[in-house]
Nanobody, 115 residues
Framework: QVQLVESGGGLVQPGGSLRLSCAAS????????MSWYRQAPGNQRELVAR???????DYADSVKGRFTVSRDNAKNTVYLQMNSLKPEDTAVYYC?????????WGQGTQVTVSS
């Protein structure tokens, strides 16, 4: 069992930056594929970024070059650095841990990009 707690969301102006964190409890954090998803009102939840246990990353086309996902296995934490934020990045951001058939989700953190 893994419990995930996201933090770092908030209100930011267009062009600004935020760093989201997702702290995980439980063991074997380093073995999990960690992902960030987001869901805007009226939209489906979409994958934003993912990092494997080996550190390989991939990103949605809409955030490439602006967002960076990283992990600190010693701290059981995954991060999402978001730069050059746009109003269309406004959403609830969720962290997910996946290993084999097991998936665990955090409660989400709101990111609002607005002037």
């Amino acid at each position: 069992q893994v419990q995930l707690v996201e933090s770092g969301g908030g209100l930011v102006q267009p062009g600004g930056s935020l760093r989201l964190s997702c702290a995980a409890s439980g063991t074997l954090f380093s073995m999990y594929v960690m992902s960030w998803y987001r869901q805007a009102p009226g939209n489906q939840r979409e994958l934003v970024a993912r990092i494997t246990s080996g550190g390989t990353t991939d990103y949605a086309d809409s955030v490439k070059g602006r967002f960076t996902v990283s992990r600190d296995n010693a701290k059981n934490t995954v991060y999402l650095q978001m730069n050059s934020l746009k109003p269309e990045d406004t959403a609830v951001y969720y962290c997910k841990a996946a290993r084999f058939v097991n998936n665990y989700w955090g409660q989400g953190t709101q990111v609002t990009v607005s002037s």
